[in-house]
């Protein structure tokens, strides 16, 4: 069965740092397409950051510089690092497999962290 | 970047009749090289993440209940869900994979009970 579930969201200040986490299981996260997507409190869906089987990542302009997707092949994880915290980046937070190259669509979703930055 | 905007925002439906909902993409999401559109839907329930309900605009996820169908081609699509049921009440949102990245979603419609 294919789970996903994300940790390491929490309260920030503005300007600080925090990484994410999302443990897969029932599937190999280097051998898919993965991305991350937020929701404002109260907001819609927003697409934040994928990355490829063969490693490359995007961004969406909002969060290019700030934020890094990354996976940990041992621990069959992937990560956003976030920096440059601003009070926009407020979320929920789900990671999402991402059906394929062909159709970047997601077939599965996490529950979400929660990032709440202020001070 | 492709925008997606959805209407309407909200809408009321009763209980067993059909609830329309309309997606409209700012360029094509057809592709000419496999005549597939590039459009996928998902329901959002409070308290929950999004489920994936179509894809290619059309087809159905893997037991999602045929009450609901997508339909659509180039840059308008629609979701119908016949005979609404009680738990059929979330948010739906499309999203196109035609174009990325960006990936982009759709603002979303409520659906609840009239």
């Known amino acids: 069965e294919v789970q996903l579930v994300e940790s390491g969201g929490g309260l920030i200040q503005p300007g600080g740092s925090l990484r994410l986490s999302c443990a897969a299981s029932?599937?190999?996260?280097?051998?898919?397409?993965m991305s991350w997507v937020r929701q404002a409190p109260g907001k819609g869906l927003e697409w934040v950051s994928i990355?490829?089987?063969?490693?490359?990542?995007y961004y969406a302009d909002s969060v290019k510089g700030r934020f890094t997707i990354s996976r940990d092949t041992s621990k069959n994880t992937l990560y956003l690092q976030m920096n440059s915290l601003r009070a926009e980046d407020t979320a929920v937070y789900y990671c999402?497999?991402?059906?394929?190259?062909?159709?970047?669509?997601?077939?599965?979703w996490g529950r979400g962290t929660l990032v709440t930055v202020s001070s | 970047d492709i925008v997606m905007t959805q209407s309407p925002d909200s809408l009321s439906v009763s209980l067993g009749e059909r609830a329309t909902i309309n997606c409209k993409s700012s360029?094509?999401?057809?592709?000419?090289?496999?005549?597939?559109?590039?459009l996928a839907w998902y329901q959002q329930k409070p308290g929950q993440p999004p489920k994936l309900l179509i894809y290619?605009?059309?087809t159905r996820e893997s037991g999602v209940p045929d009450r609901f169908s997508g339909s659509g081609s180039g840059t308008d699509f629609t979701l119908t869900i016949n005979s609404l049921q009680a738990e059929d009440v979330a948010v739906y949102y499309c999203?196109?994979?035609?174009?990325?990245?960006?990936?982009?979603f759709g603002p979303g419609t409520k659906v609840d009970i009239k």
């Open positions: 999402a497999r991402v059906w394929g190259d062909a159709a970047k669509y997601f077939n599965y």
């Open positions: 029932g599937f190999t996260v280097s051998s898919n397409y």
């Open positions: 990355i490829y089987t063969a490693g490359s990542t």
């Open positions: 360029q094509s999401v057809l592709s000419s090289s496999n005549n597939e559109n590039y």
């Open positions: 290619w605009a059309s």
């Open positions: 999203q196109q994979y035609f174009i990325t990245p960006p990936i982009t």
